[in-house]
């Protein structure tokens, strides 16, 4: 199948924007050291996570135990991911010395046959691909493929993908259904992600191939992990497990026959990241329409408004349709991780900008939200109200926290969320033969060729003001450029060098054919702040609104309006305002002001937790923030959601 759209390369393309690109230089001048001094166990205000000593000790330079969790290593390749694309962007340029001496390391800890696992290596040698459910094995490979192809594509050098190809040769060799082979599959998907970007690469078949493999033989029957299960009698890492549920891993039917966003979030992302990409390459249509029907269920029926997925902090997972409780929700960052992912490429695939409007959702809240404006300090999990004395330890609160955190003993998100900003570029620009796209009004320049026409773009965003987006475009030839419309926009003008013109709009992109030479385009989208509400079925937030403007939710803080916001009411009728008395946040986003009331009981005696309901409305001046901006100003009580006084 022909790939419908490409990304730009990332060393083409430059991030200006006030608000993303402080989040950019954030990532190369914060992340990555900061990362980095914890996962050399240098930081002294976090605990050892001794990720690197176990690289040293599996190859032989330092005696001792493999410590941390059992997917440890991936907080590292994940590191070196996120490097590879600074250096990319021609950032983070001291850090190229480190990421080879660390590659050196590493090609030291492989072994003869490729294997390099520094849990089985060092505490479980004899035990090797005898866990898949938990071992982790697989996607910590799969990891290690990414950063090997992110490293290779950014510097040119090809020893940490020869690391690579080594143990991906050694999978291929392992699994599959040939005489003494292991007819398995990852518990934790992510190594059909990797294989698929060696697969470009190198275009050896077998990587391929043996995607093809993990994909066809999940959750067939007999299943394998059903089998294994009963083979260990009982779980290894997660004692959780004992009670295992073959949807937590998506292996209950087979991906293609899956319908519905099930199981663990991040999981079940990655599996349809890879079946999207694996469609793409070879045209499969069964994977191809079992992506379409889940990506409906997920955004339609399981997401949250902010973009975040899964609901329940019990084994980090989707449930069931409708149901998204706003205090105890888990939206994972790895997941919203995971769903920007697959976004990108079924649009990719379909050629439809609606995806891009879900991916920006996600972009915009959940991934921003999940870090605060220093960038060391981070949300795992993103719930949508919070009562901060509620968030008690070995509790159904035990997930929630109620302050972003230094560093987790399950490192996942934060090597996440900079591998997805210091690649950002990826989901701003793209190209097919006959056109260049812009799905991300964010403020920036690039380069790259459609078809026989090479371009230059420089992008002048102020859609979170005045909603204005200013082109400069440069081709070589006569070209196209399609321009996302966002569904918020009431209605658009375009301008192409000062005359207003109409415009073709098909599957959600505006498309403007261009001369060669230059050209200035300005797009006026319309955009006000608005209320916006769920469907009845979502019981969570009956009767409630929400206010949104453009991609951005809103959301108040204790800070500027008092504690008890649960009975707080608002009339989605009545104006809001931009408001200044609150210091402005990176990027000059806007605050937003209006009148609501507190109902207050004044029935209930002091000391008493029940009495007589005499209630009273008291008025209030209200203030919004964005809602990715939360907790920048201490501790308090947050909330998306608010009453609502007359029915919408």
């Known amino acids: ?46 605990e050892p996570t001794y990720c690197v000593q176990n690289f040293r000790i599996a190859a ?36 190229e010395a480190v990421v080879d001496d660390v590659v050196e390391l590493l090609s030291e800890a492989q072994e003869p046959d490729g294997y390099i696992n520094t849990w089985f290596q060092v505490n479980q040698p004899d035990d090797k691909w005898q866990n898949l459910i938990e071992g982790h094995e697989l996607y910590t490979s799969g990891h290690m493929f990414e950063a090997a192809a992110a490293y ?21 060799r392992t699994f599959g259904n040939g005489e003494g082979q292991i007819p398995g599959y990852p518990g934790h998907e992510e190594v059909e992600i990797g294989l698929m970007k060696l697969y470009r690469i190198t275009k050896d078949q077998k990587y391929l191939d043996q995607v093809r ?18 083979r260990r ?20 039917v087979p991906p ?15 599996l349809c990241t890879a079946m999207s990409d694996y469609a793409e390459e070879t045209g499969d249509e069964k994977f191809l329409k079992a992506c379409r029907a889940i990506w409906d269920n997920m955004v339609n029926r399981q997401m949250y408004i902010t973009g975040g997925i899964g609901a329940s902090g019990f084994r980090e997972r989707f449930t069931t349709d409708y149901d998204l409780p706003n205090n105890t929700n888990y939206c994972e960052t790895c997941a919203s991780v995971g769903m920007m992912m697959f976004g990108r490429k079924m649009a990719s695939i379909e050629g439809n900008a609606e995806y891009y409007d879900t991916v920006e959702r996600a972009l915009y809240n959940t991934l921003l939200g999940s870090v605060n404006l220093e960038g060391n300090r981070y949300f795992y999990v993103n719930p949508l109200e919070m009562v901060p004395e509620f968030c008690t330890s070995h509790t159904y609160m035990d997930h929630v926290k109620p302050i972003r955190q230094k560093w987790f003993n399950v490192a996942c998100c934060p090597p996440n969320l900079a591998r997805t900003i210091a690649s950002l570029g990826k989901y701003i620009y793209a190209a097919d033969e006959k056109a260049l796209y812009i799905h991300q009004f964010i403020s920036s320049e690039t380069g790259g060729d459609a078809g026989d026409t090479s371009y230059s773009i420089k992008m002048d965003s102020d859609l979170l003001h005045s909603g204005k987006v200013k082109i400069k475009a440069s081709l070589s030839a006569d070209g196209m450029i399609k321009i996302r419309v966002p569904y918020y926009a009431e209605k658009y003008s375009v301008k192409l060098n000062g005359k207003d013109i109409s415009v073709t709009e098909k599957d959600r992109y505006m498309e403007l054919g261009l001369p060669s030479g230059e ?48 009975g707080i009411y608002v009339d989605p009728k009545e104006p809001i305002r931009e408001v200044s008395e609150i210091k402005r946040f990176i990027g000059n986003l806007p605050i937003f002001g209006f ?28 203030k919004a923030v964005p809602y990715c901006m939360w907790n920048n100003r201490g501790i308090g009580e947050m909330t998306v959601w608010l009453r609502s006084r007359i029915p919408v």
């Open 152 to 172: 290779y594509h950014a510097t040119g050098k090809d020893k940490f993908l020869n690391v690579a190809k080594k143990n991906a040769d050694l999978i291929c």
């Open 595 to 622: 009148d609501g009331v507190r109902l207050v009981n004044k029935g209930v005696e002091n000391g008493k937790l029940y009495g007589l309901p005499k209630f009273e409305a008291e008025h209030v001046e209200l």
């Open 1 to 46: 199948m022909a790939r419908h759209q490409k990304p730009l390369e990332l060393k083409n393309t430059r991030i200006t924007d006030s608000l993303f690109g402080h989040y950019v230089d954030t990532v190369s001048e914060i992340m990555v050291p900061y990362q980095w001094k914890i996962l050399t166990d240098e930081n002294p205000d976090t």
């Open 256 to 270: 293609a026959e899956q319908t519905t966003a099930m199981g663990h979030a991040v999981r079940d992302m990655y």
């Open 519 to 566: 050209s200035d385009i300005e797009i006026g989208f319309e955009i006000h702040p608005r209320w916006v509400s769920a469907r009845d079925e979502v019981r969570a937030d009956a009767g409630k609104v929400a206010l949104m403007y453009g991609p951005m939710v809103y959301c108040l803080e204790e800070v500027d309006n008092g504690r008890n916001m649960a």
């Open 233 to 252: 009698k009982k779980p290894t890492f997660f004692p959780e497990f004992m009670n295992y549920d073959l949807e937590y891993s998506q292996a209950a």
């Open 213 to 230: 493999y993990f994909l066809e033989e999940r959750g067939k029957k007999p299943n394998f992990f059903e089998a294994e299960m009963k």
């Open 60 to 95: 032989g330079r330092e005696k001792g135990t493999r410590k941390g969790v059992v997917f440890q290593d991936t907080d590292l390749y994940k590191w070196i991911e996120t490097v590879a694309y600074c250096l990319a962007s021609g950032r983070a340029k001291e850090y």
